[in-house]
């Protein structure tokens, strides 16, 4: 919620929100089937203490590198202005 609102300030166009929406989906994974597999070895791979700490490094590696792209892109395409005054 905190994020949607903060979001709402600046004056995307819709090809930006777009961008933003496919890059959400992507990382939060709601894509992954993890029962896909009997052992639920897709569940121990991305969850907890399971995880091997590379992977949590090139998880974490990844999602800066968007990051950086995607304000990048807001940066230098010229969408990364001042907000809109916050509404009350």
Do not use: C, H
């Not at 029962?35 to 990844?62: A, C």
């Amino acid at each position: 919620m905190i994020a949607a609102r903060a979001i709402g300030r600046f004056q995307w166009d819709k090809k930006t929100a777009v961008l933003f929406a496919v890059i959400a989906v992507i990382f939060s994974k709601a894509w992954l089937q993890i029962n896909r597999v009997p052992d639920l070895s897709l569940y121990s791979l991305n969850f907890g203490p399971w995880l091997l700490k590379k992977y949590y490094i090139l998880q974490g590696e990844t999602a800066l590198a968007a990051g950086v792209l995607f304000f990048g892109f807001l940066f230098f395409s010229g969408k990364f202005k001042d907000p809109a005054p916050a509404q009350k």
